[in-house]
């Protein structure tokens, strides 16, 4: 099993390819990074540099189809600016057939607000990858933003189970073509439990889990690479989500760091997705 994981690599923060790179070959799958960006550390940081590497997906989408190079899987996440987005865009239109399965985590914003590098020309680049994929796995607030909802909506009126109805609505009004599965992440369902809302062909599951309260940097990517890492391995949808889950719900239960910025100590928790035992 091979992926392509087009996506950056930041020093600080444990997100992007950091996790990628860590969950999947936990996993026992081959992972090509394609970096999208290379940075100090993520944007949350006060302090950071993003560092000009705009030739990258380009210059690997060429020499991969040089190579004749096929993969299994190809995920999708961080992207900084336009000119990036047309080339992963071109990258996942040359290696998204035979079969792979294409997972865009549509990174733009979070609890309400979009991350600096968000414009409504990026937006229309991560719609449109979006509309390409077999599984997309936005929180709340990319959720709105991909509907056309407004994203006030994440940032208040979700303390309640009731609104999981109103986000299924949405998330259908989000679904490019009949085949996709919407994969909402982090919904916070009251003071002390968040959750995982799977809709997909077929299947529809709310997936909890206690929360401390925290939202913690990079967790969106480690689900993405574990969702699409049990998808690879053949596991359903929502069984992929559960394990996805319970590895991050083990993983904060590790965390001893308070400030969200460096994300969680999920090294202690892969043997989950491996199947093992704890060492
Ligand atoms: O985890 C999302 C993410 C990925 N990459 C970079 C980010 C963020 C969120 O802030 O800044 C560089």
Request: hydrophobic residues 40%; negative net charge; proline residues 2%.
């Amino acid at each position: 099993m091979r992926v392509a994981a087009v996506n950056d690599l930041s020093g600080f923060g444990k997100c992007s390819l950091v996790a990628d790179l860590s969950v999947m070959s936990a996993m026992g799958i081959e992972v090509c990074p394609v970096p999208t960006a290379v940075l100090s550390a993520q944007t949350g940081f006060s302090h950071y540099h993003i560092h000009d590497i705009e030739d990258m997906v380009a210059n690997c989408r060429n020499d991969y189809i040089s190579m004749g190079a096929e993969f299994d899987g190809i995920l999708t996440g961080y992207i900084p600016n336009v000119k990036v987005a047309d080339d992963v865009l071109s990258f996942v239109s040359s290696f998204s057939h035979n079969g792979a399965v294409l997972l865009v985590d549509p990174v733009m914003a979070d609890g309400g607000r979009c991350y600096s590098n968000y414009s409504k020309e990026m937006h229309e680049k991560i719609a449109k990858l979006s509309s390409m994929a077999d599984i997309i796995t936005p929180n709340l607030t990319e959720l709105c933003l991909l509907a056309g909802y407004d994203a006030e909506f994440a940032k208040s009126g979700i303390n309640k189970k009731e609104a999981i109805n109103e986000i299924i609505a949405i998330a259908d009004k989000a679904k490019a073509h009949d085949g996709q599965s919407i994969v909402v992440t982090g919904i916070s369902v009251g003071e002390n439990s968040i959750c995982n809302l799977v809709v997909s062909p077929g299947e529809m599951e709310v997936i909890e889990c206690s929360f401390n309260g925290q939202s913690y940097s990079g967790t969106g990517d480690l689900l993405a690479a574990s969702l699409l890492g049990g998808v690879l391995k053949g596991k359903r949808i929502v069984d992929a989500v559960k394990l996805a889950t319970e590895f991050i719900s083990s993983a904060i239960a590790e965390t001893s760091e308070k400030d969200r910025n460096y994300g969680i100590d999920f090294e202690k928790s892969l043997y989950k997705l491996k199947g093992g035992k704890k060492v």
